[in-house]
C-alpha cells in the first residue's frame, strides 16, 4: 500500500482499529543498470529485522537466509543471472531523474516474484545520500482486504492498494492454462504410445511366431511362454523409464529456464515423487498393452512352425 507524505498517521489509527499488524516500509520502482541493459524492477527497503520477519530470502545455493548488509543491496536469483551479476559485482541505480548512483551487490536470493531489489535503510542512505522515508505499508496476515480497502482509500494520502492475494490468483490462473495443455499433450503422447507399443508388441510375437510355436510343442505352458516373451519386455520398458526420465528431466529443466524471465522464477529443483508417478503410470500402461497383444501366444498353431 502506497500513501503520501500526509497519510502514516491516519493510516496507523485506522489499521490500530482494525486490529491489523503491518510493516512499514519504503518501497520505490528503480531502473536497474548491468552490463549496458538497463531494466525496471521494485526496490523494498526497511531495517534489517523487518526485512528477515517479512522476505524469506534464501541462498539459492545453500538454503541459508539472506540478509542485506549495511553497504549493498540484495537482488533476485533470476535477475542475476539474467544480467551475468555476481556478489561483489557494481550495478548502477537510477533515481526518478535518472541520475546513477554505482552500489555493490552483496546478496543473491532466491525469490520467484514481486520484491526485485532490497535493501536497508542504512545501505540507502550510503548509496543515495537521503533517509528513506517510508511511504507504504505491508500488511501481515491479512488474505483480503476486500473488505475495508474502500476506507483505506478514502483516506486523504493513500495512493494506490495492491494485493499478493490477486497477484496470486493471476499467476495461478496462468498456470491452470499451462495444465491443461499439459494435459491435452499427455493424453496426445498416451495415444501415441498405444499404437506405438501395440505395433512393436505384434511385430515382435510375428518375427518370434516360430520359436514359440517350437517352445509349445515341446511342452511349456502358455504361461512360461509368455514369461519368456515379457522378459524382454520388462527390459525394454524399464529402460525407456530410466530414459524418458533423465531426458525429459534435461528438456524440463531447460524449458523451465527458457520461460523465465528477469523478474520471475520457477521453482527447478527435481521431484522425486513426480518421477515415481510418472514411472509407475508408464509401467502400468505397458503392461496393459503387453498384456492384449500377449494374447495371441495361446492361439499359436502347429502351422506356424513352416
Given at each position: 500500500?502506497?500513501?503520501?507524505?500526509?497519510?502514516?498517521?491516519?493510516?496507523?489509527?485506522?489499521?490500530?482499529?482494525?486490529?491489523?499488524?503491518?510493516?512499514?516500509?519504503?518501497?520505490?520502482?528503480?531502473?536497474?543498470?548491468?552490463?549496458?541493459?538497463?531494466?525496471?524492477?521494485?526496490?523494498?527497503?526497511?531495517?534489517?529485522?523487518?526485512?528477515?520477519?517479512?522476505?524469506?530470502?534464501?541462498?539459492?545455493?545453500?538454503?541459508?537466509?539472506?540478509?542485506?548488509?549495511?553497504?549493498?543491496?540484495?537482488?533476485?536469483?533470476?535477475?542475476?543471472?539474467?544480467?551475468?551479476?555476481?556478489?561483489?559485482?557494481?550495478?548502477?541505480?537510477?533515481?526518478?531523474?535518472?541520475?546513477?548512483?554505482?552500489?555493490?551487490?552483496?546478496?543473491?536470493?532466491?525469490?520467484?516474484?514481486?520484491?526485485?531489489?532490497?535493501?536497508?535503510?542504512?545501505?540507502?542512505?550510503?548509496?543515495?545520500?537521503?533517509?528513506?522515508?517510508?511511504?507504504?505499508?505491508?500488511?501481515?496476515?491479512?488474505?483480503?482486504?476486500?473488505?475495508?480497502?474502500?476506507?483505506?482509500?478514502?483516506?486523504?494520502?493513500?495512493?494506490?492498494?495492491?494485493?499478493?492475494?490477486?497477484?496470486?490468483?493471476?499467476?495461478?490462473?496462468?498456470?491452470?492454462?499451462?495444465?491443461?495443455?499439459?494435459?491435452?499433450?499427455?493424453?496426445?503422447?498416451?495415444?501415441?504410445?498405444?499404437?506405438?507399443?501395440?505395433?512393436?508388441?505384434?511385430?515382435?510375437?510375428?518375427?518370434?511366431?516360430?520359436?514359440?510355436?517350437?517352445?509349445?510343442?515341446?511342452?511349456?505352458?502358455?504361461?512360461?511362454?509368455?514369461?519368456?516373451?515379457?522378459?524382454?519386455?520388462?527390459?525394454?520398458?524399464?529402460?525407456?523409464?530410466?530414459?524418458?526420465?533423465?531426458?525429459?528431466?534435461?528438456?524440463?529443466?531447460?524449458?523451465?529456464?527458457?520461460?523465465?524471465?528477469?523478474?520471475?522464477?520457477?521453482?527447478?529443483?527435481?521431484?522425486?515423487?513426480?518421477?515415481?508417478?510418472?514411472?509407475?503410470i508408464t509401467a502400468l500402461y505397458s503392461i496393459g498393452i503387453y498384456a492384449l497383444s500377449l494374447r495371441k501366444v495361446k492361439d499359436l498353431k502347429l502351422t506356424d512352425i513352416m
Open positions: 500500500m502506497n500513501l503520501s507524505k500526509t497519510a502514516q498517521e491516519d493510516i496507523q489509527a485506522f489499521l490500530d482499529e482494525k486490529n491489523v499488524s503491518y510493516t512499514k516500509m519504503h518501497s520505490r520502482s528503480v531502473s536497474f543498470n548491468a552490463g549496458q541493459k538497463i531494466t525496471a524492477g521494485q526496490m523494498l527497503c526497511a531495517d534489517r529485522e523487518s526485512i528477515a520477519q517479512i522476505l524469506h530470502m534464501t541462498d539459492p545455493q545453500t538454503g541459508e537466509q539472506v540478509v542485506p548488509g549495511e553497504h549493498g543491496i540484495c537482488i533476485m536469483r533470476r535477475t542475476a543471472e539474467y544480467y551475468h551479476v555476481n556478489v561483489g559485482d557494481t550495478v548502477i541505480l537510477y533515481d526518478a531523474s535518472m541520475q546513477p548512483y554505482e552500489v555493490t551487490v552483496e546478496g543473491i536470493y532466491q525469490y520467484y516474484t514481486g520484491v526485485g531489489f532490497v535493501m536497508t535503510k542504512d545501505a540507502y542512505q550510503e548509496v543515495f545520500g537521503t533517509q528513506a522515508r517510508d511511504n507504504s505499508f505491508l500488511l501481515h496476515d491479512c488474505k483480503d482486504i476486500s473488505g475495508f480497502s474502500d476506507e483505506l482509500r478514502s483516506i486523504k494520502g493513500v495512493v494506490s492498494i495492491s494485493s499478493n492475494v490477486s497477484l496470486y490468483r493471476s499467476a495461478m490462473n496462468a498456470l491452470t492454462a499451462m495444465r491443461y495443455i499439459i494435459l491435452v499433450l499427455v493424453i496426445a503422447a498416451g495415444v501415441m504410445a498405444y499404437f506405438i507399443l501395440m505395433n512393436l508388441a505384434n511385430m515382435y510375437i510375428n518375427q518370434k511366431k516360430r520359436e514359440l510355436t517350437v517352445m509349445r510343442v515341446n511342452g511349456f505352458t502358455t504361461r512360461e511362454v509368455i514369461s519368456y516373451v515379457a522378459r524382454e519386455t520388462v527390459v525394454t520398458t524399464f529402460t525407456g523409464i530410466l530414459l524418458g526420465i533423465g531426458v525429459g528431466a534435461v528438456c524440463g529443466y531447460l524449458i523451465l529456464r527458457f520461460v523465465e524471465h528477469p523478474g520471475a522464477g520457477f521453482y527447478l529443483a527435481p521431484s522425486l515423487s513426480a518421477w515415481l508417478c510418472s514411472a509407475g
